[in-house]
């Protein structure tokens, strides 16, 4: 049985996240004003490892990333695609908390996907 200090840290804990994850989401609407997005456009949004942060960063003008723990990353990750009206795939969908340790992904990261211009 849980006792309440465990629950009142579960519930801290769940908190916390939902903050860092709605300080992420707050982020790609300022970036997405900031950077003129258009009708259509979207973000491309991944789990990351820091070399794959550092190779994003070459290859994008503009990424926004935010690192969390790797047994929180999933949940965060679920949550900010809900935040971007993004669905899920059956892939991201069948990932664990081992795998994305195994695989050393600590971010979650994203970056404009730009419609071609007419």
Partial sequence: MINSNEQALAADAQHLLNDKVNMFLFDLKNEATEHGFKSGESWSLHMATDDEITDLKRS????VSMRFKPTLLLQAYQQVKNGIQQSVSKTE??????????EGKQYIAAYPVRIPRK
């Fill in 60 to 63: 994008h003008h503009l990424v």
């Fill in 93 to 102: 969908t069948e990932l664990s908390v081992n795998d994305l340790i195994r």
